[in-house]
């Protein structure tokens, strides 16, 4: 990789570099800072022990992590960055976000109209059912609203909602580029304030006596280090990758799952603080789960993955029978739900198969659909049993009460009869070709996490509040969702977690 | 440090694969839509559910390699998707120049461009040295020093007009041609492009070089990762220098057929002037985006373009310093010499308008066109993700 290779846009704080100095092998000064000290000084014998000895220790390299690792540089603290991935795959499942949910009293660029904070905690109380911490919450919401004038001044860049976005217009604020770009823009920053990034350097434990941090063993290059700092932030991320942990939670039918984010996050920041006596919170059963392409990869399969057809079409399991009602609500309401249905149908598959009519009303899938003349060959070219699959179609277009098709309001074409019902954009599937998508629940974040105070600090089982050791992000976000999702609450929870902790422990070193 | 292999994508060389893989490329570029407010290439794109040749022909002409996308994308190579959108785009905007050039045979000019290039200069000095020896009678007339500075002496007006008049006037015939066979190939009519609207909005997004700025405060990241305008700058100084030695040019005419007044005309008269002005232009532009070129992240760059930009960045430099050496010169005996390497420099940059990095602005134009015709047509209603 390129030796200048620090990513970002400019911005306010940090202008775009003079065009004068624009050069392919020339690293900024604290760019060439971390290269050098990217090789332990082992002449040195202060160093010899602990190359990477800092003030404040952030482990992970999303968007909390960086966040955290910015204000506490900016507050004047040496800081070291572990992340586990490598450089091209930095970012945690913030390289794979959009945009953040703002509150804001008055238009703001790029958010239109307002989202008071009672409507953004009103939101958030549907969704966990009631089950979120008042206090945590209400304070992400409001100070949500400075967080973007804050992420501009570090060079991030907003667009107006996407294409096929505009229901969040008023409530998201979206990335230019998305969250690679954002992450890439934070990096920079924290480069360009010394901050130290160790690439493909693992935190395995943390050495805690007292309720106090001491030290991490990290693991890099093949070796494992100790790198002692006055305060921890731990920012990295759930245990989504973790298909052991997912399978003992989820049983068997996690074999089935396809993780939509990094590889990385494998919860093991999340074990160590549970096994150092952190005090756990969120049920590990809970995880955010979507329905999406069956042939998407592994991980790392990210937004393009979804399939966005379901309610217009019919989703049939294994045995060629429906489940759900497909029409119940608008697709962006429902897409997190369906992850969940298919996880217990059998074999964690469905199939969601649609005629010719609805082609060019949903936003594009990332694979074609399987496609035939005949709902027979389709079923035939799916591996679903045919003649059960033609009399569900058959029974399903039977019942089909005509009506006035409106893909963007609650229409009134629905089903009559059936068990499940469809109870919008009920159309016969009978115009050829047909298509058909297969589909597994893909999951995009877990909310076990450990408990924290308002000021980011990690409470212990014990009662006691560890005074250097503070979450961010995901890791800590079961405090406020403790189920469901609102889309782009993530990345609030985890900029202004994020912030908190970076300045707490910061103020901790300092004192 | 070189290219890790890794992160490079590999491109098809043959035409009808590379279209399937700039399908592929974009069919899944399609279900992302981050990068929506880079610039136009997204939102002609969202336009679209599929890729066919004809799309991904004016998607190409629309980009600028500028390589936002790429740092932004998070299926960039080694990740399974291998996407990287500005290498697609610049391999398939690199054939879109031979596929429009008119006559057809000549589109081979584009394989070796700074061959062609370097031949075409050394023509253009040839052609142009038998012309002034021609009417000067014998060599020695080229090395004599005129007080008046008048070049004329060295080929009369009349030849040099007749020559450039004839070479130009096929220029232009190619030029039209290609971008006939664009627009054709682009599925427009004639009569669209000549909607006002269009052009103005196409004309504004030219002057301004709007997909160039990224937010219109910190510029496109390139040559490296971070954004910088350094490339708009350098563009601007070529484009208006450019403009400037043409509008040089139509005034010097305008003085010789309208008010018969005969050049050489004098270092503050409005020819002299603007033509100044321009090449010095013309001369820090390219060279700018020749340093800038150089220094470019090898992941975004374009290697089936590297040829032909070099090679225009170079005759148009030549073709200022020399301008701008017989200005200073023309009343030294140096002036014959230089009225021939300039105006060689100039035949060969007129010869190789058609064949070589200039038709990036006809093609780049007639797309922003294009674009601006598309965004007031009725579009997809996909619904919302």
Known sequence: ?511 | MSKPDQFVLRLPADTQALMAEGARQMGICNSCRYCEGYCAVFPAMERRLEFHGTDLNYLANLCHSCGECYYACQYSPPHEFAIHIPQLLGAIRAKTYRQYAWPAPLANLFDSNGLFVAVALMAGIAAILLLATLFAGNGAALAEARPDGSFYAVIPHTAMAGVFGLVGLFVLVALLAGFMKFWRDAGENLAEFTRPFALAETLKDIATLKYLDGDSQVGCTYPGEQPSQARRWFHHLTFYGFLLCFAATLVGTLYHYGFGWQAPYGFYSLPVLLGTLGGIGLAIGPAGLWWLKVRQDPLTASPEQAGMDIAFIALLILTSLSGLALLAGRESQWMGSLLILHLGAVMALFISLPYGKFVHGIYRGAALVKYALERRRPGLDLGGD
């Open chain 1, 1 to 511: 990789m390129r030796s200048s290779a620090l990513s970002c846009k400019a911005s306010a704080r940090h202008p775009p570099q003079p065009w004068f100095r624009l050069g392919r092998s020339e690293p900024s000064a604290p760019a060439k800072r971390i290269s050098r000290t990217d090789i332990p000084k082992q002449h040195e014998s202060t160093t010899m022990k602990d190359p990477y000895a800092c003030d404040v220790l952030v482990i992970g390299g999303g968007n909390a992590a960086l966040c955290a690792a910015i204000t506490a540089a900016e507050a004047g603290a040496k800081v070291t960055l572990l992340e586990c991935a490598p450089r091209h795959y930095r970012g945690g499942n913030s390289r794979h976000t959009r945009n953040i949910r703002t509150m804001h009293r008055a238009p703001m660029h790029p958010l239109i109209e307002a989202y008071p904070e009672e409507e953004y905690y009103q939101d958030l109380l549907k969704i966990t059912g009631g089950n979120t911490n008042e206090e945590l919450a209400r304070h992400v919401i409001r100070t949500s609203e400075p967080a973007i004038a804050w992420m501009r001044a570090h060079g991030v860049r907003f667009q107006p909602s996407l294409g096929g976005t505009l229901h969040l217009g008023r409530t998201n604020a979206f990335f230019l580029g998305g969250g690679k770009a954002l992450v890439n823009c934070y990096f920079h920053a924290a480069e360009l304030l010394g901050v130290k990034v160790l690439y493909e350097a693992e935190a395995v434990d943390l050495e805690v006596k007292n309720n106090r941090f001491t030290s991490a063993i990290v693991r890099k290059d093949g070796a494992e280090m100790r790198i002692g700092a006055r305060a921890v932030v731990v920012a990295a991320g759930g245990f989504e990758s973790n298909l052991e942990w997912l399978e003992d939670a989820w049983g068997p039918a996690a074999k089935n799952f396809l993780i939509r984010g990094t590889p990385y996050n494998m919860g093991k920041m999340l074990r160590v603080l549970h096994q150092r006596g952190a005090e756990a919170i969120g049920d590990p059963k809970q995880c955010h789960a979507a329905a999406i392409d069956a042939r998407a990869p592994k991980f790392d399969g990210g937004i393009v993955s979804r399939v966005d057809c379901v309610s217009l079409g019919v989703v049939l399991n294994r045995d060629g029978l429906r489940f759900y009602d497909e029409g119940e609500d608008f697709w962006p309401k429902r897409y997190a739900i369906w992850g969940r249905l298919i996880a217990m149908q059998p074999d964690q598959i469905g199939y969601c198969i649609i005629d010719r009519k609805p082609i060019g009303r949903f936003m594009p899938p990332v694979f074609p659909g399987f496609k035939a003349n005949t709902i027979a060959e389709l079923a035939q070219k799916l591996g679903l049993p045919v003649d059960i699959v033609v009399k569900t179609i058959a029974d399903y277009n039977a019942a089909v009460v005509p009506g006035q098709f409106d893909h963007t309001i609650m229409d009134n074409c629905h089903t009559r009869g059936l068990a499940p019902e469809k109870t919008h954009w009920a159309l016969k599937i009978d115009a050829p070709p047909y298509y058909g998508y297969p589909l597994r629940p893909g999951i995009t974040f877990t909310y076990l996490g450990v408990d924290v105070t308002p000021r980011a600090q990690i409470k212990m089982k014990s009662g006691d509040v560890a005074e250097n050791m503070f979450a961010a992000g995901e890791i800590m976000a079961g405090n406020i969702l403790s189920k469901g999702y609102l889309a782009g609450i993530g990345i609030t929870i985890g900029t202004v977690f994020g912030r908190i902790a970076g300045e707490e422990a910061a103020r901790h070193v300092k004192a």
